[in-house]
Structures are given as C-alpha cells and as structure tokens.
C-alpha cells in the first residue's frame, strides 16, 4: 500500500514539476500555509510529517519535502549508513488531478493542522517559485538527516528565508535533549526508543535550541503559532496569520501501550534472571554451559557489528561516538568459536578478563560519561558480566584443581 502510494506521487511529480519548470509565469498572488499532519500509528510516522500549502484560483497544492522510494538500491544499506536520499515533490492537496495529499493522514486518523502564514503578496509568490525550481528532477533530492534536514526543517528553511528571518518564543523547557524529545514521541513504541537509545550516542544528549527542537513537525507548529519576523518598515508581524484545523483526527491512532510484560526492561530483567540460574547450575557442576554462552555471545556480536559499523563507517553524526561499543562490539563473536576449540582456552580465557574489566568499568564509570542510557540496558550488560565472570571462576577452580 505504501510503495504503491510512494510510485503513484513520484510519477505525478515528474510531469507536474517538469511543467512549471517550462513555464515561467506565475499568478500575481496566492497564498502559503504549514500544513502539520499528527503522528500515525507506523514507526517511520511517529514523529507526525510537515508540508507547505499553496494556494490561488488555480491550483491547491502541497509541497513535501517527506518523499522517498524503497524500490532505491541498497536502499536498507544506504539508510543505514546515513546516505538517504528524500525528495521534494507536490501534489493536489484535496483534489485528484495529480494525488490527494491529505487523504492518505486522514486515512490514517491524524489531526491536521494549518497555519496560513502571514506574507506580503510577493513574499509568497516568491516562496512558490523557489519551491517549483526546487521541485524539478533535477533539484528535488537532498540528503536527509533525521534531526538537521528533515522533512520539517526544510519548509521552516523556506520561511526563514521568504520574510527574512524569523524570531521564536523561548521554549518554556531549555532543557530537552534530541532524545528527550523522541521519547516523548515515543511511549507506547519501547522497543522502538530501546533501539534508538542502543545505536544513538551522545549526540543527541545535548540541550537543543528553539531550531533545533523544531525536527518535529509538532514543536514547529507550536513555535511558528507564537514567532514574529520585521517586514519591510520594521514591524513585527506573527508569522501566523490564521490556524485551521482540516482533521480532527481520532484518539486511538496510535497502536496501544505496550504490556508491562512485553516492555524490553521487563525482558531484560528475565534474561538476567535465566543467566543467575544458568551461571548457578554451572557453578555447582563446574562446567561452563558452551552452548548458553555461544548463543549469549552470539547475539551481543551480531548487534556488535550493527554499533561498530554505525560508529566507524555511518555519516550519522549522533551515532559515533556511542561508548556502549566496550559492551556490544564485533569481539563479542570469539568466545562464540573460542569456546568450542579445546586449545584455544587460554585465549578465551585472556578475552573474558578483559570483557569483564572494560565492560565493568564501563558501567562504574556511566554517570561520568555524556550518553543516556535505556533502563533496559543495564540488566543485560550485567548478565554479560556474569557469563564472563562465571567463565574465569570456573576455569580458575579446574585449573587449580590440576594442580
């Protein structure tokens, strides 16, 4: 249903924007609103999507910076690794001459929010010819960044620029973080918040300014209700000059919370749990559990390689550094083959010493550092703790008892 909805507007773009792209006569005037659609139930639309309305007697269209194709090669990879191309393309905002934008967010559910802006005749009638001149195939890709070129700062961009900048309220919490805010996006998606908080260092720990708080579509909104910008006899103008509201929206879009007892803090608690017995029972038959180990250890390397590759080779710049590398890293896999090759002991041995030692003092030493943590962490980092502790206990009491 998505890539079908993604195909049917990147089509349309094409030949709509290659159409104003011949054609350099526009109408005397019209008129240019922020359009603010709600979070939707699916991950990539929990932070909700921002586009920019322009109307006159002709047209009625929506400007999206948002648009991206799956059918991309190496599309996984590239998102990844932080080489996500989006694009902007229009279409109708209500009619079906080209595609209805607002029908697939009030399919949906969500509220949506317009603000008209409050421009001269020619502030917005410049802003549209940027727009169409940005839209051609040429123009239209840019590279994303999840939080400092999004489909929510290239619009606010666009404005800026059009009245010649624009002064924002002092948010009343000067204390947010990047990650404070997506978690406030976030409290029925844990696991979601879990994998962010996994892969995202501290570079999103940092107190945010009034711009760089507006990546989400909502906080934009709310700024741009109370912003002013000098006109061209030194008033200050709101930004704003009406707010409609076009949906409603309804109050169960997003999915429920999750249970309790589904919660990846609950779970972790549980594989904390399953190691004390597993390191119980081997403590009482001294005898190391290799396939328990392998499976632990094999686990922690695959998410390892994940955190390694997004710190040395990704262009996120929020996911290096990430000091959670010194518990989950591409070493994690040696004992996974070590523990199976009678000679190589003495090397698991010399791993699990230092796994224990770096993994340890990582976790005395977390207050000091910069990075946030997921709760959820901190029981499975000491579950590792404990495999590698059990490892060295057990190996010292048989080798002493060869002696």
């Known amino acids: 249903m ?4 993604i195909t049917t507007i990147l089509i349309a773009l094409t030949s709509v924007a290659s159409s104003f792209g ?6 005397d005037s019209c008129s240019v609103s922020l359009i603010t659609c709600y979070p939707g139930p699916v991950v990539f639309e929990l932070y909700g ?3 920019l309305r322009v109307r006159n007697a002709d047209y009625d269209l929506a400007y999206n910076f948002g ?10 990879y590239s998102f990844v690794k932080g080489e996500t191309d989006y694009m902007l393309g229009y279409t109708d905002f209500e009619g079906d001459r080209y595609h209805n934008f607002i029908e697939e967010f009030r ?9 008209e802006l409050n421009l001269s005749r020619q502030q917005a009638v410049d802003l549209w010819k940027k727009l169409c001149v940005l839209s051609l195939p040429e123009n239209r890709e840019y590279r994303y960044n999840y939080v400092y070129d999004n489909c929510a700062t290239r619009p606010r961009d666009m404005i800026e620029a059009a009245v010649g900048g624009i002064t924002y309220p002092t948010p009343a919490d000067t204390t947010m973080t990047f990650r404070d805010i997506m978690r406030s996006y976030s409290p029925n998606y844990p696991w979601y918040q879990f994998g962010i908080d996994l892969v995202l260092g501290p570079g999103i720990d940092f107190p945010v300014d009034v711009r760089e708080r507006q990546f989400a579509p909502i906080l934009l909104m709310e700024e741009m209700a109370g912003a002013t910008y000098t006109d061209s ?4 103008v ?3 000059k009406r707010t409609n509201i076009i949906n409603e929206g309804t109050s169960d879009v997003l999915l429920p919370p999750t249970p309790w007892w589904a919660s990846p803090t609950t779970v972790a608690i549980v594989a904390l749990a399953i190691v004390l ?5 081997d403590i009482r038959r001294r005898k190391v559990s290799r396939w328990f180990d392998s499976v632990w250890f094999l686990i922690q390397g695959i998410v390892g390689c994940l955190i390694a590759f997004l710190v040395f080779f990704s262009e996120h710049e929020a996911t290096s550094p990430n000091f959670l590398i010194a518990w989950l890293n591409p070493l994690c896999l040696l004992p996974v083959i070590l523990i199976w090759i009678k000679r190589a002991e003495k090397w698991l041995f010399i791993y699990h010493f230092i796994n224990f030692a770096v993994v340890f003092g990582m976790t005395a030493f977390w207050w000091a550092l910069p990075q946030v943590a997921n709760p959820a962490i901190f029981p499975l980092i000491g579950a590792t703790l404990l495999r590698s502790a059990n490892y060295l206990y057990i190996n010292r009491k048989c080798n002493a008892r060869k002696r």
């Open 2 to 5: 998505l890539k079908k909805f």
């Open 107 to 115: 399919h949906r559910g969500s509220r949506i929010v317009e603000q």
């Open 22 to 27: 011949q054609n350099d006569e526009f109408p």
């Open 238 to 240: 709101p930004v704003v």
């Open 67 to 76: 648009m991206f194709s799956f059918s991309k090669p190496n599309f996984i």
């Open 233 to 236: 006899i030194g008033n200050q």
């Open 277 to 281: 017995l597993m390191t119980w029972l």
């Open 49 to 51: 999507h921002t586009a």
